[in-house]
């Protein structure tokens, strides 16, 4: 037991000097503490776009998924696959857009393409409300993963504290430089845990892939292809399609987007991304080798760990723990930098035009702690409502998407009346789907049947589309040439 | 909209509409099962795919 401790403990230390070292040599303005002087090259790019990967969500949702669902779990891999060939296109504009009108943040992103500080406001109230129940559950995971790996010794409420105090020093010392310094740490323990993992268990318990599988299939018939019914094919692809245009809507990979040097670095990165997060592979294999060793868990969450507790002595867990709790704060830590940045910049320099950059900076600095805190707030008492809260928060962000891709094309018909009426008409049906349980049969009771397990949130973003179109269409006329959007 | 681009279509295509035509357990490949085995072939294959426009992007020389 002490052996974990002293290794999560080594690890909480190493982020923390990682980070703040981060910042040696480099002048925090504005510009360098939020975008990184817009200097990083391919590899750092690489950590911070592949960061989001390996979250305390797919560390422990994914082998979950893969230990209580079988095969729909695969949806994770194909959005994900999906989503790093559309970077291909879709981010070289962001950058080039981001550099020539120095932006920082995505709301400075859409208030500059459509000439609208009030719809730059709009997106930052939508972006906080879908980072938060990120961050929250990335401490959530945190406490689950350092409590259990070091067998209690850590308390799961000292854990969070922890945590956010690692996370606030080195956000606050050395922005997004201290994330991808302390991703580079990140990257290589969950590859060296996840691998490891992924291919020990199975022949440790099996004696392969093959037994291991044979065995899922014979104790769970149909377990490894998608049912007829529920996440079925049409959920699979209707998910996939949804899930992979939300992928790069989230406020906190803009960040990283603006912080390339150039726009080549996405392009490579499109080509190694989607064989990089094929580890995710591995992280489905340890929930199926759960499956026969663990098969009555009160908590799919816990297959990873609990299986590990079960296999390996203490140092391991250890090293477990410690990729996991670096699963937790390189997300964290982007998040909390992007929502203090979104409030000071979005919020207070929109209606304090006379801020300038400086005071910017120090009050994004004086935030961090801030935000941290209401995080660790919701932690510790928030229920198990947080996972529920990110799948809304998910379908909030992909309603940005119609907008932003109409803003890169070569010429947008998109208004800014229309671009905010999309993404109020979106979140509205979003929070009316979930809120009231809605399935598109319902909706749409002339659909046929086979369609009844479309993701009901492909509605809310042709209900968004339909709004932007229209109001786009009705205001166009009414704008004078200022008013519309800027190249 | 250069006619390269056309094929990182092939990877949509292959893996959403493997959900309906590559969707079974047998044959098992590589020790996985074949709708595993599918997706991540696919994957594989898109790096290559990406890997091929990269390379002939006249935007990236």
């Known amino acids: 037991m002490n052996s974990a401790l002293l290794i999560i403990g080594l690890f909480f230390l190493a982020a923390l000097v990682l980070g703040i070292s981060a910042r040696?040599?480099?002048?925090?303005?504005?510009?360098?503490?939020?975008?990184?002087?817009?200097?990083?090259?391919?590899?750092?790019?690489?950590?911070?776009?592949?960061?989001?990967?390996?979250?305390?969500?797919?560390?422990?949702?994914?082998?979950?998924?893969?230990?209580?669902?079988?095969?729909?779990?695969?949806?994770?891999?194909?959005?994900?696959?999906?989503?790093?060939?559309?970077?291909?296109?879709?981010?070289?504009?962001?950058w080039r857009y981001g550099k020539k009108h120095g932006l920082v943040s995505q709301s400075d992103f859409f208030s500059t393409k459509y000439n609208s500080p009030a719809l730059g406001v709009l997106v930052a109230v939508v972006g906080l409300v879908a980072m938060m129940p990120y961050l929250v559950l990335q401490f959530k995971g945190l406490k689950l993963i350092v409590e259990t790996a070091s067998y209690g010794a850590i308390s799961g409420?000292?854990?969070?504290?922890?945590?956010?105090?690692?996370?606030?020093?080195?956000?606050?010392?050395?922005?997004?430089?201290?994330?991808?310094?302390?991703?580079?740490?990140?990257?290589?323990?969950?590859?060296g845990v996840v691998l490891f993992l992924g291919i020990y268990l199975p022949i440790h318990y099996y004696g392969g892939f093959d037994p291991m599988f044979h065995h899922v299939e014979a104790v769970k018939p149909g377990f490894l292809a998608l049912p007829k019914d529920g996440k079925n094919p049409v959920w699979f692809v209707s998910t996939v399609c949804l899930t992979m245009l939300g992928f790069y809507m989230w406020p906190h990979f803009f960040a990283s987007v603006f912080s390339g040097r150039d726009a080549r670095v996405f392009r490579r990165n499109a080509v190694v991304l989607p064989i990089y997060q094929l580890m995710l592979l591995f992280?489905?294999?340890?929930?199926?080798?759960?499956?026969?060793?663990?098969?009555?868990?009160?908590?799919?969450?816990?297959?990873?760990?609990?299986?590990?507790?079960?296999?390996?002595?203490?140092w391991v867990l250890g090293l477990i723990g410690a990729a996991g709790l670096l699963a937790a704060l390189v997300p964290g830590s982007m998040l909390t930098m992007t929502m203090a940045t979104v409030v000071a910049r979005n919020f207070y320099q929109t209606f304090n035009p006379s801020a300038d950059d400086r005071q910017i900076a120090s009050l994004a600095k004086w935030l961090v702690p801030v935000v941290s805190l209401i995080a660790v707030y919701f932690t510790l008492a928030g229920g198990r409502g947080i996972v529920a809260l990110l799948l809304l928060a998910y379908s909030f962000v992909?309603?940005?998407?119609?907008?932003?891709?109409?803003?890169?094309l070569p010429r947008n018909f998109g208004t800014k009346y229309g671009a905010a009426a999309g993404i109020i008409v979106g979140v509205a049906t979003v929070v009316y789907t979930n809120v009231t349980h809605t399935t598109l049969t319902q909706l749409l009771p002339f659909l046929p049947a086979s369609l009844s397990t479309v993701n009901t949130g492909i509605v809310a973003l042709v209900a968004n589309i339909v709004a932007l179109v229209v109001v786009s269409v009705l205001t166009r006329p009414l704008l004078k040439e200022s008013d519309t959007q800027t190249t | 909209m250069r006619p390269l681009y056309l094929l990182a279509l092939l990877p949509f295509i292959s893996i959403l509409g493997g959900a309906f035509f590559a969707n079974r357990v047998d044959p098992y490949v590589l020790g996985l099962p074949f709708f595993m085995f599918w997706i991540a072939m696919w994957i594989v294959l898109t790096s290559i795919i990406m890997g091929i426009i990269y390379a002939l992007d006249p935007n990236n020389r």
């Not at chain 1, 040599?25 to 090259?41: A, H, P, Y």
């Not at chain 1, 209580?68 to 296109?89: E, H, N, Q, R, T």
């Open chain 1, 24 to 94: 040696a040599g480099k002048d925090m303005d504005l510009e360098e503490w939020t975008v990184g002087g817009r200097s990083l090259g391919s590899i750092f790019v690489f950590l911070l776009l592949a960061g989001e990967i390996y979250t305390t969500f797919t560390f422990l949702g994914g082998s979950s998924w893969a230990y209580s669902k079988g095969a729909p779990a695969m949806f994770i891999l194909a959005y994900g696959c999906f989503s790093y060939v559309i970077s291909y296109w879709l981010l070289p504009p962001i």
């Open chain 1, 157 to 191: 409420t000292a854990a969070v504290w922890i945590g956010a105090v690692v996370v606030t020093l080195y956000v606050v010392a050395s922005g997004l430089r201290g994330s991808a310094w302390t991703a580079a740490l990140k990257d290589v323990m969950i590859l």
């Open chain 1, 283 to 314: 992280v489905f294999f340890i929930g199926f080798a759960a499956i026969g060793q663990i098969p009555h868990l009160a908590n799919d969450d816990l297959a990873l760990l609990q299986i590990s507790i079960q296999t390996f002595p203490p």
């Open chain 1, 398 to 408: 992909t309603q940005l998407f119609p907008s932003l891709l109409l803003s890169v």
